[in-house]
């Protein structure tokens, strides 16, 4: 897997242009060197996603850079890139700007994802509420003993990025744009978030939930080969595509139920539970192209937006935009 985690999008574009100087494959929708800019909490998707495109087509190298949502968007402003995925579509102006520059914009939502929280499993809480996690974000609730009799002391908030897409979505769904409190920190990636809670007894973290096990319970399934993936995905076999590093890290962490203000029932966030809206944390998943029509970023575009894509997703634990409910299931 090719993960580049990176701190400015500035480096990204000098690597980016570096990279283009080698000698390559004459670049064609299936092969080439292309470049995609995502917000980091989507790396569990993106990277199988790639990994399958290569193995099918290997002429083509799909070179990933995972930032902040707010840096994705700005590479495929300035064009370091032409190809994104992030939790939102482009704000018209933006849409405009890039349309009337000649780099038409293609936009498809692929997926429904959700945030998870988690806690520290010596962390007695189970489940909250959204006026709950509200008051705690906004520094008005500040001790785990205001949420009920709890020993884990003041609380402390751990996010991916300060200007990730989980951040973007808690401050517009629970806070209406206000600020988060003090108490509020952001760690550089996902995993950061994980040794953070698993750390901190009081700690509570906010993620994306594919950097979960898709049934939450800590199981391991066997690693499986790109060949094995492949054939599963096509003979529509999606039950054991759950990322290795996601079934080991969650079991050394709890993911708490999360319930609506007027429901006394709380729920986590299972991909039939998203699809319903019982869990009320959930979010789109946008893929964003500029490139032009034959060119490989465009091919890995329509390849995102394509079947196969789509049963990628539904083995990484959230739902796809685009498969039959038949095909979707609560899995415990």
């Known amino acids: ?91 018209a102006d933006l849409t405009n700007y890039l349309n009337s520059h000649d780099r038409r914009v293609h936009s498809q939502k692929i997926a429904v994802d959700a945030i998870a929280v988690i806690a520290n499993n010596e962390n ?21 003993n205001e949420i009920s009799p709890n020993k884990s002391g003041k609380i402390t908030i751990v996010f991916d990025h300060q200007g990730s897409g989980t951040v973007k979505y808690m401050k517009d769904s629970l806070t209406a744009g206000a600020d988060f409190a003090d108490n509020v920190l952001a760690a550089k990636t996902n995993k950061e978030v994980f040794e953070a809670v698993k750390k901190r007894k009081n700690a509570l973290g906010i993620i994306g939930v594919t950097w979960l096990n898709s049934d939450l319970d800590g199981t391991s399934s066997d690693e499986l080969t790109i060949e094995q993936k492949v054939d599963r995905l096509q003979r529509n076999d999606t039950t054991e595509l759950a990322a290795e590093d996601r079934n080991k890290i969650v079991k050394d962490i709890k993911v708490l139920g999360i319930r609506r203000n007027d429901n006394p029932v709380a729920y986590k966030p299972f991909q039939y539970y998203i699809y319903t809206g019982d869990y009320p944390l959930y979010r789109s998943i946008y893929a964003i192209s500029t490139a032009p029509g034959g060119s490989l970023p465009h091919g890995f575009f329509t390849f995102l937006t394509g079947v196969i894509s789509q049963k990628i997703i539904l083995g990484t634990g959230i739902l796809p935009a685009n498969i039959p409910l038949r095909n979707v299931e609560l899995t415990q």
């Open 124 to 144: 007695p809480i189970e489940e909250l509420s959204l006026a709950e996690l509200r008051d705690i974000l906004l520094g008005k609730v500040t001790d785990w």
């Open 1 to 91: 897997m090719k993960r580049i985690y990176l701190a400015t999008i500035l480096l990204a574009a000098i690597l980016a242009t570096a990279s283009c100087n080698r000698q390559k494959p004459t670049d064609s929708h299936t092969s080439g060197l292309a470049t995609i800019v995502c917000d980091e909490s989507f790396a569990n998707i993106v990277e199988q996603e790639i990994d399958v495109f290569e193995y099918t087509y290997p002429q083509a190298s799909i070179v990933s850079y995972y930032v902040d949502e707010t840096s994705a968007i700005d590479s495929l402003k300035v064009g370091a890139t032409s190809l994104i995925v992030a939790s939102h579509e482009l704000p």
